[in-house]
T-cell receptor, first 116, second 114 residues
Framework: DTGVSQDPRHKITKRGQNVTFRCDPI?????LYWYRQTLGQGPEFLTY????????KSRLLSDRFSAERPKGSFSTLEIQRTEQGDSAMYLC??????????????FGSGTQLSVL | AQSVAQPEDQVNVAEGNPLTVKCTYS??????LFWYVQYPNRGLQFLLK??????LVKGSYGFEAEFNKSQTSFHLKKPSALVSDSALYFC????????????FGDGTTLTVKP
């Protein structure tokens, strides 16, 4: 169990640029989640995959955000035309779930995005 | 809709004293409830969860939590605090019918002083 890996750890970009983050979940985990966390707030749900299918997406997620999980393994989160309000810690989590939804989440250390 | 409230931004206790970190929740159905801990420069780590059954749940590092359905609360407790327990604690709820989305509170910073 090598844990959930996220790359890069930090990203500084200029407003209007596109950025892409990568998440490698724990290998046998079928579920993968993206959350966003700002200072003083708890993680905010963005989107969720079961295997390669994106099953839920937050209504707060603008169309500038897109996530993929090809082949049900790693996932990427892309933000197009970044805005200063996108500055946050982007967290990835994975879990091994079945028909229930009570499994615990394993979180990565996050990617800190700063938009200048 | 589901929501979580952690009414205290900060809890301070002396080492060896009992600690309580409060959490209340709202879900439309039956809840799954979780506590996670975040240490500086590290990802969130699972502490414990309530699914069903016994209202007192025991977890990692000597922590426990009490589920109270009538008060819609899930307070985190420990009988004797350690300095190493100092960290940021998050309560989370998931509706049993809501696959995927867990809703987190805004966190409570626990400081244990020697």
């Amino acid at each position: 169990d090598t844990g959930v890996s996220q790359d890069p750890r930090h990203k500084i970009t200029k407003r209007g640029q596109n950025v892409t983050f990568r998440c490698d979940p724990i290998s046998e985990h079928n579920r993968l989640y993206w959350y966003r966390q700002t200072l003083g707030q708890g993680p905010e749900f963005l989107t969720y995959f079961q295997n390669e299918a994106q099953l839920e997406k937050s209504r707060l997620l603008s169309d500038r955000f897109s996530a993929e999980r090809p082949k049900g393994s790693f996932s990427t989160l892309e933000i197009q035309r970044t805005e200063q309000g996108d500055s946050a810690m982007y967290l990835c989590a994975s879990s091994l779930g079945d028909r229930t939804t009570n499994e615990k989440l394993f979180f990565g250390s996050g990617t800190q995005l700063s938009v200048l | 809709a589901q929501s979580v409230a952690q009414p205290e931004d900060q809890v301070n206790v002396a080492e060896g004293n009992p600690l309580t970190v409060k959490c209340t929740y709202s879900v439309s159905g039956n809840p799954y409830l979780f506590w996670y801990v975040q240490y500086p420069n590290r990802g969130l780590q699972f502490l414990l969860k309530y699914i069903t059954g016994d209202n007192l749940v025991k977890g990692s590092y000597g922590f426990e939590a009490e589920f109270n359905k009538s008060q819609t609360s899930f307070h985190l407790k420990k009988p004797s605090a350690l300095v190493s327990d100092s960290a940021l604690y998050f309560c989370a709820v998931r509706d049993q019918l809501s696959i995927g989305k867990s809703t987190f509170g805004d966190g409570t910073t626990l400081t244990v002083k020697p």
